[in-house]
């Protein structure tokens, strides 16, 4: 009898875990909130705000009486069963390439997007459009600025990704930061379309 009822106790508990599915999906709207705020501090120049402190330590996580709930508890990491998701996007690396590039859009881009030489891409870079406006003794300089900055972008999509262990989100968060930088860009800057296409703000 005992050994019925732990065959099918066992049963029921492989069946339960075969129906608890995690899915780890992308944090889109988390993720666009970061984004923001990490574009906004470069185009706008200022220091990001600090993360406020409080003096209370974090209440503890409540537990439920209902053995149902302990069993899934056990089952779905907190991460998963989170309400909730966030996304890191502050590491020393991020750090590093935020203060070049801010310091990169004050000194050296702002004027040209300002200009109309250089936009936006549809994938989240930024592209030389108009090399006829500069003259000539100043392309070489203003090229290798736009290759400086793009260098610094792909590695900052790449590190916010692995920050959050899922590098295969690299390709996300950069179509997230691409929409983000072409919504915050003033008015007459230009940026691609989907397509491609040049337009201004």
């Known amino acids: 009898m005992r050994k019925l009822i732990y065959g099918l106790l066992t049963t029921c508990l492989v069946a339960l875990v075969g129906c608890v599915t995690i899915n780890v999906y992308f944090p889109e709207a988390a993720a666009q909130k970061a984004a923001d705020q990490f574009i906004g ?8 705000a600090p993360a406020p ?9 409540k537990k439920s009486s209902q053995p149902s709930a302990m069993l899934l508890d056990l089952l779905i ?8 998701p966030n996304i890191r996007i502050q590491t020393p ?7 070049r590039m801010r310091d990169r859009f004050s000194n050296t881009l702002a004027p040209l997007f300002n200009s109309g030489v250089i936009g936006f891409t549809q994938d989240g870079l930024v592209a030389v459009r108009d090399a006829a ?9 203003v090229s ?8 610094d972008r792909n590695a900052l999509y790449r590190e916010v990704a692995n920050a959050n262990n899922h590098p295969e989100w690299e390709a996300q968060i950069r179509a997230t930061f691409a929409k983000g ?3 915050r860009a003033r008015a007459g800057w230009y940026y691609q379309d989907s397509s491609g296409a040049w337009k201004q703000k």
Do not use: C, M
């Open 93 to 99: 690396t991020t750090d590093a390439i935020h203060g």
């Open 144 to 151: 290798a600025a736009v290759a400086d900055e793009n260098r």
């Open 181 to 183: 930088w072409i919504e």
């Open 77 to 84: 990491p907190a991460a998963y069963a989170a309400d909730a």
């Open 53 to 61: 402190k409080s003096d209370q330590p974090p209440a503890p996580p």
């Open 41 to 48: 501090t470069v185009l706008e120049n200022t220091a990001p």
């Open 133 to 141: 406006k500069l003259p000539l003794d100043q392309r070489a300089s």
